[in-house]
């Protein structure tokens, strides 16, 4: 099976770095995926990372380490838009399903 | 570029009823998921379907059936409805090989009653 573990709440000021952690458990890994997914809205996706390393995108980052089972999402110059809920997913198995962790709703405060 | 649409928006059924959702993916894409949201939740995946052929399933019982049409559309159908299948039911298209980046519509709300 899979499962992933990410913290359920992350609180930080406006301007502010803020790191959102993701374990996960899968065989058959292909990459690890990030969504953002706004109260009442839909998921949309943020990145991906398949290999070792840092990815870039704007504000956000996306780290991963196959060999620890890890990545993370890294929100620079926090805004207050920017409140909602982060979820990793991995793509496993037979790479034809998606599972995604639990959520972390980040708050960003003035 | 038209996005992922789905209907209805909201849905009240009672237990043991049927209901069928319905999703029309992003244009050029041809492999659609399903996923079941529960409040306060991370999506849990339903199924998914590629050239209307089902490609992978999650841990969902049979009730959970779906479709998948030529020109991509799918629909979602549940049957002998509980309460607990209330929530968000979420369509997601994503291109050809690259499934982590998946486009997701704006749900369907089911509450059974």
């Known amino acids: 099976g899979q499962s992933l573990e990410q913290p359920s709440e992350v609180t930080a000021v406006e301007g502010a770095i803020v790191q959102i952690n993701c374990t996960y458990q899968t065989s058959g890994f292909y990459g690890l995926s990030w969504y953002q997914q706004h109260d009442g809205g839909a998921p949309t996706f943020l990145s991906y990372n398949a290999l070792d390393g840092l990815e870039e995108t704007g504000r956000f980052s996306s780290f991963l380490s196959r060999s620890d089972s890890y990545g993370y999402l890294l929100l620079q110059e926090l805004q207050m838009k920017d409140s909602a809920s982060y979820f990793c997913?991995?793509?496993?198995?037979?790479?034809?399903?998606?599972?995604f962790g639990g959520g972390t709703r980040l708050m960003v405060k003035p | 570029e038209t996005g992922v649409t789905q209907s209805p928006t909201h849905l009240i059924k009672t237990r043991g009823q049927q209901v069928t959702l319905r999703c029309s993916s992003q244009?050029?894409?041809?492999?659609v998921s399903w996923y079941q949201q529960a409040l306060g939740q991370g999506p849990q995946f339903i199924f998914q379907y590629y050239r209307e052929e089902e490609n992978g399933r999650g841990n969902f019982p049979p009730r959970f059936s779906g479709l998948q049409f030529p020109n991509y559309s799918s629909e979602l159908n549940v049957n002998a409805l509980e309460l607990d299948d209330s929530a968000l039911y979420l369509c997601?298209?994503?291109?050809?090989?690259?499934?982590?980046?998946?486009?997701f519509g704006p749900g369907t709300r089911l509450t059974v009653t």
């Open positions: 997601a298209s994503s291109p050809t090989g690259a499934l982590y980046e998946q486009y």
């Open positions: 997913a991995v793509q496993g198995n037979a790479g034809n399903m998606l599972t």
């Open positions: 244009s050029g894409h041809n492999t």
